[in-house]
């Protein structure tokens, strides 16, 4: 049967002007109570017959895209790598979506066997009903993830029987209210339990269920999804732990005036705590690991080079504290402030291009900016960490960061250069320390909620004088 292409271009025509107004804000609050309640349940059928629609042909796109189905896979023929990105460029949804509408299609779109027979659907009770127009895709979606582990362990009539009394309970058949997706949601589970009791041995548990994904962009932020086995998790922890456990001698700042003795307890003592909480100090850490693990170097290449973070910023916006700028994020460009840019620009090389008004490649240049190998076993050596005082992060995962900006003529040599951990090197321009050099020895300024005086003090630690300490007889 042809499929009437034509005519649903017809019939999306028609069903825009005929919602055009009703949708409109105007009619939607004349609606009395009782109409706005019908009006949801109108819409929302129309909503299920368009994502029967989506996810039949979603379904099809992958059908057509593995491997054997035809001469020429779909993804070849339109020049994507996977189905996922062919529906994300056709439909302009993220890829997100197009991935779990690829992954609930698979379990109501049948398949044809190498001798060309046709198999049922996974999930075939549940396709009638999603091409009737009578489930949901939440409802679909809950049905199918919470049977997809089930399919290896439990035999077809096992499935066919949960498939039809969940399905059934979506729906509302024999004259029943359809539950809740959160009701259907306990009665999959519960299905589960009955139907695998004893699952699967732990550990093939765990490798099977791992997982790790980046979610969407909200308010600049992007969330970590996932489970990760024992062993992973264990190593993080040990990972956190080497940035985050104090210094046993020094588990609490203090600033000692200079004239008093270190050892007395008069003179100008004050201490000061991290505002950050737990949990951004996690995140802090995190990103230490992560740049230390991008620039080390068994880390895997790309394109031949180390993972490279592209930063974008006019030159205009770069020295504004006001500015802008952009890093190439999961979902596409992303605005960051341009404080940022002159925080990776710290420890990166730079690449500026300039364009014509056409768009063509004027002019590559490359700056080199980056404290090499020998200049940070130096400045490490010196340091010993993260200068600012009270924080405990080692010189292994700091970052070398110019004094003087490099953009204001500072040299990268170790005469300019401090070590600073990921959270003080990023917040060093808003968070009210400054740095300077006194003849080749860093010394910090504390902002003034700190010290109202606003002293110049000696950095957190110097390596070579704790060794001194710990030489000397007592």
Known sequence: MRFPLADLRDLVSVLGDALRQPLGEESQRALSDA?????LKVVEELGRWTDAARLGLAGEVGRRSEPGATDITLTTVFGCDNPAELIERTTQVSNTTARARLRVARAITSRATLTGQRRPAPLDHARREVAAGNLGLDALTTIADGLRPLQRRCSADQIVAAETELVRAAVGAGGEPACSVYELRIMT??????????????????????????????????????????????????????????RIQDRALRFVDSAADEDSTGGDDESIHDPRTADQKRHDAFAGILAAAAASVSSPTLGGAAPTLVVTVAEDQLGRADGVAFVDGPDGELPVAATFARHVGCHGTVHRVALGANGRLKALSVLDRTFNHWQRKAIGARDGGCIIPGCSVRAAWCEIHHVVEHARGGPTDVDNGVMLCWHHHRTIETSGWEIRMADGIPEVRPPTWVDPRRRWRPANRVLHRELEKKAQPA
Do not use: K, Y
Not at 210 to 236: K, Q, S
């Open 35 to 39: 109409e706005l309640v019908d009006a």
């Open 189 to 246: 589970q519960t299905w589960a339990l009955h139907l695998d009791p004893d699952g699967t041995l732990a550990d093939e548990d765990s490798e099977r269920m791992r997982t790790f994904r980046l979610g969407r962009e909200r308010n600049n932020l992007f969330p970590l999804h996932g489970n990760v086995t024992a062993d992973v998790a264990a190593t993080l922890q040990r990972l956190l732990d080497s940035h985050l456990n104090p």
